[in-house]
């Protein structure tokens, strides 16, 4: 069966960029559920803005700016937009959504006409991405995408890490999820109680000079992981574009408790008093905080709940959901 990704970003990358900070969820997504269906026995094309027409993996990859001919497939997936359809030829098509759709955006975005002709059906990350999304965009069929945790996430053992630093909290998401509304939590109601504490963030353009808020170096997966198995604690407010948040899924295949204010998807991500918190507000976060810094007898009743579920988000499962939606 011969399956094609659409997709179109403003920056080059193709599977060689895999550990690099200049992906996001949607791109690793992509090379993770293609290696994967590729491995499964599917033969896979990706069309989008790589840097050049390339075998990887045995996997195609077609810059979407070059495209000589129409190709034929059984299966096309699109990343977000309705129009990349019209570049190929196939059987059947999904629509990939990453983001909050209402149907007035979806005629801004020039998709109308291409959705009725091409009649996706629509793969959502969650319930909170289905409340975002107009009842239109699902009339064609929709189903749930799970996603997956990178195998070096899952492949980490854990017991041979025993350098955690206790008063460490680390935030990994993208700065503009809410960093600063999380920066200001620190300051004003978690840092004066805990001195002692340090959190580490995603560089931003926010300025900070007090409180113990450093930057942490964005280089590959593995600093990342590195940086996130020194750390007692991963906080996460969550955001309203939040979809999916593989920031949390990450944190929790490293066992780490999360504390969140639930806001977007952040509420899916987090089982309230077993793997995490989720606070109703700025008090409760940084009360919840306070107790994980505090507590060691909380922070590793959390710990070991996060153990026991090590291992439930794959993207071999992911892919075989979406196999089961061809």
């Known amino acids: 069966m011969k399956i094609c990704f659409l997709d179109k970003t403003s920056f080059k990358y193709n599977s060689k960029d895999i550990n690099s900070p200049i992906l996001r969820g949607a791109e690793t997504a992509l ?4 290696t994967t269906l ?5 033969e896979i094309t990706i069309i989008n803005n790589c840097p050049k027409n390339e075998v990887i993996d045995n996997i195609r990859w077609i810059n979407i700016n070059n495209l000589s001919q129409k190709l034929t497939f059984d ?13 190929i030829d196939s059987k059947k098509k999904i629509l990939f959504s990453h983001s909050i759709q209402k149907f007035e955006k979806f005629l801004r975005k020039k998709q109308f006409i291409s959705y009725i002709k091409h009649k996706p059906k629509l793969a959502l990350l969650g319930e909170y991405h289905k409340s975002q999304r107009s009842l239109f965009s699902r009339i064609f069929g929709y189903f749930f995408l799970d996603y997956g945790v990178d195998q070096q996430f899952l492949d980490k053992d854990l017991e041979e890490f025993t350098q955690i630093d206790q008063n460490l909290a680390i935030f990994t998401s993208r700065p503009d999820r809410n960093l600063d509304l999380l920066i200001n939590i620190w300051k004003n109601k978690i840092h004066p ?11 931003s353009e926010y300025k900070i000079n007090s409180h113990n808020v450093y930057f942490r170096e964005l280089s590959d997966r593995k600093d990342l992981i590195n940086d996130m198995l020194k750390a007692r604690l991963l906080l996460l407010p ?8 593989l920031a949390a899924e990450e944190g929790r295949e490293l066992c780490l408790p999360i504390i969140t204010l639930g806001i977007g998807s952040l509420s899916e991500r987090v089982i309230h008093g077993k793997t995490g918190f989720i606070a109703k507000n700025n008090d409760e976060f940084a009360k919840y905080t306070l107790e994980l810094f505090k507590d060691d007898n909380l922070w590793n009743h959390i710990r070991n709940n996060l153990k026991n579920l090590r291992g439930v988000k794959t993207w071999l499962k992911c892919s075989q959901n979406l196999i089961n939606n061809f």
């Open 38 to 42: 590729n491995k499964l026995g599917y």
């Open 75 to 87: 299966i096309s997936i699109s990343n977000n937009d309705c129009n990349f359809f019209d570049l």
């Open 31 to 34: 090379i993770n559920i293609s």
């Open 238 to 245: 969550g955001h309203k574009a939040e979809l999916f948040c």
């Open 193 to 203: 109680n805990f001195t002692s504490g340090k959190l580490l963030v995603t560089p």
